[in-house]
């Protein structure tokens, strides 16, 4: 299991940032998270839901919506634990 904490997106496949797990995603559904200011992304990695935890300034920003395609970028360490 990956923790919502451990999982971040971005629009396009970053290279030179230590996160070095990016994988294709598309978004599935944004939802309200436990404070105002945060926002629980789904997103399908072919056939496979994760959830990243954002900010929902950061989910306006990306223009994030149901449907979107994205990178699904994921912490080693996060794997690893």
């Known amino acids: ?13 970053s290279h030179n940032v230590s996160i ?3 994988l294709p995603a598309t978004v599935v559904e944004i939802a309200e998270g ?3 200011a945060v926002v629980a992304v789904r997103v399908d990695v072919g056939g496979t839901p994760l959830i990243a935890r954002l900010t929902a300034r950061s989910a306006s920003l990306l223009k994030l ?9 994921v912490k080693s360490v996060a794997i690893v634990e």
């Not at 919506?65 to 699904?72: D, H, I, M, N, Q």
Request: hydrophobic share 50%; charged share 20%; no cysteine.
């Open 1 to 13: 299991m990956v923790l919502a904490r451990d999982v971040s997106l971005a629009l396009e496949a």
């Open 20 to 22: 070095v797990n990016h």
């Open 34 to 36: 436990d404070h105002p």
């Open 65 to 73: 919506a149901p449907g979107k395609p994205v990178f699904a970028q």
